[in-house]
Structures are given as structure tokens and as C-alpha cells.
């Protein structure tokens, strides 16, 4: 811990204590986590379980989202787990409902639709957070929420307490592991307690996000609304459009054999046009030939022997004795005789059977599928800072020097490529801060006093350090006058 100084605790759990620090490298602030082990737990069980918790850390880490609390690294120090993490200007869920009172349906179900996202491309990187609760939603001035605590209950294992029993899935409570649906149930219990200012007790029909909430606590695991159900429902308490939830798609119909696809679409028994019916009666083998298919032929050969024909004489005359051959005395292929269960093939949409084509050169349909062309994706463009400003308002001052100071209202905007990108930028007067951009600009104002007792110049900067890098610089010039 020699790269970090810890400054003061802004929070504790069951879990441990959450502490703000400095990071003396990167000259930044931090969010460190002590993980707490339990004091029964022997050396092998403690190296053990520091070992997994740096391993749940690094998975943790590959997590980037806008609504996710980014992980750095996880440190040990005197056998004790350190994770280390962003530090976000937030207040948790569980604070802000229990000092201004319960949420609005939509306001909650934004949180959620903020939420769900978060752990929706955490399952899709075969991560499960195990502890989502009020205490590890982060709601933000500048956004909906953001979720912290990755990787630690859901991987820390046995010996280890499961978090707060009111939002553990039944199926954890019982066995100690839940996958990808345990955390949805965690997140209707987290927001049935946004929307009534209680712990859940199992089933919350009555609370403001009404079924969507109660599907969530649904006791049975496969019971549960998959993550796009639930954002559909989700949108809908919020008062946005939902998206469509996607269908499964249909199976595909079993290949018909040759006999099924040759036989006419109304009457599989029957023959294709212009092919008479089987004569009845014992004894009965074959089935009349229609003599339009005997001139079709002749007519196909004779066209055959005049193109090779007119080859021969583009040559000079010069024709190879097998080019002779075919042209004086053509073989074409043997018919097949059709017999009353083999019923002559019957022109399709799919497979067209010329009126003037022999029998030899009809084409036998192929059973197999043409491949489907890959769908092509469209990446949205990395996350980038486009421009960064900083404004001070006075930017001249020109009254009376005073001992008390002279009050500067300073305004930071930030713009980004896309919504939900989250900055971290520093400016005059404030510490790191790492804020979450919903409608792809982020603006704030804040007060700092300067020296007013003389004349001078002060230079106020802000310099943005994620995603991308960007700078600014804005000047207040005291030109106060003594009195």
C-alpha cells in the first residue's frame, strides 16, 4: 500500500470499508476497498481467498461500461485484500432513499433500466456480481446510477458472509451459488426498496413498479424475465418506448426427400402437367409418355448437332472425328421411365423445368440450405472527449481591493462522441472527479474565492484524463483598486 495514502472512510458494510485515498503515482484520488475476512478463517483459507480475490478483480477490470465503477488492481497488504477502484461524487441508493424517502416509479426504473445494462454486459463477459443491493448503486448527479462492488460476494466463496439477506436470490441463500438470474432478483429487490423505502419481503406486488418488480422476485430461477424482458418492462415504468424483445427463431423445417419435393404442391399422388395419369388395372408398370416431351427432345438434339455445326465451320473444317460423331449421330442421355411411385418431376419456383428441355437435363434439387450471409455490424465509435472548456465569470474584476476575497463562478463543459461516456477530468478548485455524460455533454458550475487584496492574474485549468485527453484554460484578472 506504499502507492496509496488513505485519507478518511466514506463508507463500511459487511463487506468492509470503502476509503478515499490518493494515489501518490498517478497523483489522482481513489476509491480503496478493504475487504474484511472473517477472523475465523485460517493462513492457507486467507491466502486462499486473497488469491481469489485478485483473480475476480482482473475479471472485474475487463468490465468497461458507463455504468459500471471501474476496478483498477487489487492489492495485499498484510494479507488483506485492497481493491482499488474510481472515485465517483455519488451518494448509494440505500443513503439517498433513507435520508429523502422513497422514488418516483419513473426515477427508480431509470435507475434500474441503468443498472440492468451494467450487469447485462457483465453476464455477457461471463461475470456475475453476487451482491447487488442499495448500498452498491451509485446515483449520480450527472446520470442515472452507476454499480460498484464487482466481484467480490459473488467470488470470495465459502466462509465468506453472502451480503444482506433481503436481497439474496433463494437459490444462493440455499446453496451458496446463483448465476446470471440471481442477480436479477437482487435488482428487484433493490428496486422494490427504491419505490417503498423497505427491505422486500419476498413479493412486492403492491410497490410502485408493479409487475416488473414481481417478476424479479420471482422464487424460482427460471421464472425470471430474461435481461430483455425486464428492460422492456423496465422502459415501459419509465416512460420511454421499450425495445422489442427478441423471438426465438422458429426451427427449420426438416429437408423434404426427392420424392416430396418433385410431387406437385396440391396432390403428391399426382403427376406434374402434361403427364397422364397411371393406367389402372393389374399388371399396370408404366405411365404414358407425353409426346410433347418426345419433340422437346427432338427438338433439343437438332439444335445441338446445327450449334456444333457452326463450330466446325468457324474452324475451317477442321472437325476432331468425336465432334463428328456427335454431330451425325448424337446419343443423347437415356430417359427414365417414370413408374407410378416415382411421379415426373413438376416445374417449382425454386426449380424450373423448361418446356423445351429433355428429360436428361432437368436438374435434381438440392436438399441442402444455401449458408446465411453474416450479419454485418455496425461498431459504435470509441468513446473520445471531442472539446473541453472552462469559463470564469467574473473573468475582470475592477471594484475595490477587499480583505475578504473575491468569489469566482467557475463553469466546466465537456463534450463526448456518445452518450454515457464517462470523463475523469481535474480542474481549479476541485479534486479528480469521474462523472458519467448522459447526453454526450457535461456541464458544471462551482464557486472558488481568490486573493483579493492586490492587483493580479490567476489562471484557472482543466485538464480531462479519460477517455481520451483534452485541456482548457480560463483567466480572472484582479484589477481591484485601493481605497
Not at 456444333?308 to 475451317?316: E, K, M, P, S
Not at 468569489?407 to 479528480?432: C, F, K, L, M, S
Amino acid at each position: 500500500m506504499d502507492r496509496y495514502r488513505l485519507d478518511y472512510a466514506i463508507g463500511a458494510g459487511g463487506m468492509g470499508i470503502v476509503w478515499r485515498a490518493r494515489d501518490l503515482h498517478l497523483q489522482r484520488m481513489v476509491a480503496i476497498k478493504e475487504v474484511r475476512l472473517p477472523a475465523a478463517l485460517t493462513e492457507p483459507e486467507r491466502v486462499a481467498l486473497a488469491d481469489r480475490a485478485t483473480r475476480a478483480a482482473a475479471d472485474a477490470a475487463r468490465l468497461e461500461h458507463p455504468a459500471i465503477v471501474t476496478v483498477h488492481e487489487v492489492v495485499i497488504d498484510d494479507g488483506r485484500p485492497w481493491i482499488v477502484m474510481d472515485l465517483v461524487d455519488a451518494r448509494s441508493l440505500d443513503e439517498r432513499v433513507r435520508a429523502e424517502g422513497p422514488l418516483s416509479p419513473a426515477e427508480a426504473a431509470e435507475i434500474g433500466l441503468a443498472v440492468l445494462d451494467a450487469l447485462r454486459a457483465a453476464h455477457e463477459a461471463g461475470i456475475v456480481h453476487g451482491d447487488v443491493k442499495p448500498a452498491n448503486v451509485l446515483v449520480c448527479p450527472e446520470g442515472p446510477a452507476l454499480l460498484t462492488d464487482f466481484a467480490v460476494a459473488a467470488t470470495l466463496g465459502d466462509g465468506v458472509p453472502l451480503g444482506d439477506p433481503a436481497y439474496v436470490a433463494p437459490e444462493r441463500r440455499r446453496s451458496g451459488e446463483g448465476g446470471p438470474a440471481a442477480d436479477l432478483f437482487s435488482l428487484g429487490a433493490t428496486l422494490a426498496f427504491a419505490t417503498t423505502g423497505r427491505d422486500p419481503s419476498g413479493t412486492e406486488s403492491d410497490t410502485a413498479l408493479g409487475a416488473a418488480v414481481t417478476a424479479l422476485l420471482a422464487r424460482d430461477p427460471l421464472a425470471r424475465p430474461s435481461v430483455a424482458a425486464a428492460r422492456a418492462a423496465l422502459s415501459v415504468a419509465a416512460g420511454r418506448d421499450p425495445d422489442p424483445v427478441p423471438q426465438e427463431p422458429p426451427s427449420p423445417t426438416p429437408a423434404l426427400d426427392a420424392r416430396q419435393q418433385w410431387a406437385s404442391p396440391t396432390d403428391t399422388t399426382t403427376t406434374a402437367t402434361n403427364h397422364a395419369e397411371p393406367e389402372s388395372g393389374p399388371g399396370t408398370t408404366k405411365r404414358k409418355r407425353s409426346p410433347e416431351l418426345k419433340v422437346a427432345a427432338l427438338v433439343g438434339i437438332g439444335v445441338l448437332a446445327f450449334l456444333i455445326g457452326i463450330g466446325t465451320l468457324g474452324r475451317g473444317g477442321d472437325a476432331t472425328p468425336q465432334a463428328a460423331q456427335v454431330a451425325t449421330n448424337p446419343s443423347p442421355s437415356p430417359t427414365p421411365t417414370a413408374s407410378p411411385d416415382q411421379p415426373s418431376p413438376t416445374a417449382t419456383a425454386t426449380n424450373p423445368v423448361s418446356p423445351n428441355a429433355s428429360p436428361s437435363t432437368r436438374r435434381v434439387p438440392a436438399t441442402t440450405t444455401r449458408p446465411a450471409k453474416p450479419r454485418t455490424t455496425t461498431v459504435p465509435p470509441r468513446a473520445a472527449i471531442l472539446s473541453a472548456g472552462i469559463e470564469t465569470d467574473p473573468a475582470t474584476y475592477t471594484g475595490p481591493c477587499t480583505l475578504t476575497g473575491l468569489e469566482v463562478e467557475v463553469t466546466v463543459t465537456i463534450r463526448t462522441n456518445q452518450p454515457g461516456t464517462r470523463v475523469t477530468y481535474v480542474a481549479t478548485g476541485h479534486d479528480t472527479r469521474t462523472v458519467t455524460v448522459t447526453d454526450g455533454t457535461y456541464t458544471t458550475t462551482y464557486r472558488v474565492r481568490i486573493d483579493n487584496t492586490r492587483r493580479n492574474t490567476y489562471t484557472f485549468t482543466l485538464n480531462v484524463t479519460s477517455p481520451s485527453t483534452a485541456s482548457a484554460t480560463a483567466t480572472v484578472t484582479n484589477d481591484c483598486t485601493r481605497s
